[in-house]
């Protein structure tokens, strides 16, 4: 069975920081790209930043570069968002995803992606 879990989300006041990971069951990340993607309330969900199948490259949407650093780990099947200097803005629940190709896609759809985590839960609030 494929599943991609989501954990790290959490309550945190502004210059906080995170790591979000998620975990693949069912499928190795050694074949996948992994995207990450948040959702705020209200809004469309869109995607923060990628790391490709290989780990050669990585991407950032504007907003966070600088903040966010993407990684994965093979050896455990997990990937990883660290989030530093939060801000509200961040506020979203936020999601991991793969898609099989060796690429950063400049398509930023989600539909890009294959496999989808439930999500985990970040607010940002003193």
């Known amino acids: 069975q494929v599943r991609f879990v989501e954990s790290g989300g959490d309550l945190v006041q502004p210059g906080g920081s995170l790591r979000l990971s998620c975990v693949a069951s069912?499928?190795?990340?050694?074949?996948?790209?992994i995207g990450w993607f948040r959702q705020p309330p209200g809004k469309e969900r869109e995607r923060v930043s990628c790391?490709?199948?290989?780990?050669?490259?990585?991407a950032y949407a504007d907003s966070v570069k600088g903040r966010f650093t993407i990684s994965k780990d093979i050896s455990k099947n997990m990937a990883y968002l660290q989030i530093d200097d939060l801000k509200p803005e961040d506020t979203a629940t936020y999601y991991c995803?793969?898609?099989?190709?060796?690429?950063?896609?400049?398509?930023?759809?989600?539909?890009?992606?294959?496999?989808w985590g439930q999500g985990t839960q970040v607010t940002v609030s003193s």
């Open positions: 790391i490709t199948r290989n780990g050669g490259n990585t």
């Open positions: 995803a793969a898609e099989p190709f060796n690429r950063c896609s400049s398509d930023l759809r989600a539909s890009v992606y294959q496999f």
């Open positions: 069912g499928f190795t990340l050694r074949r996948y790209s």
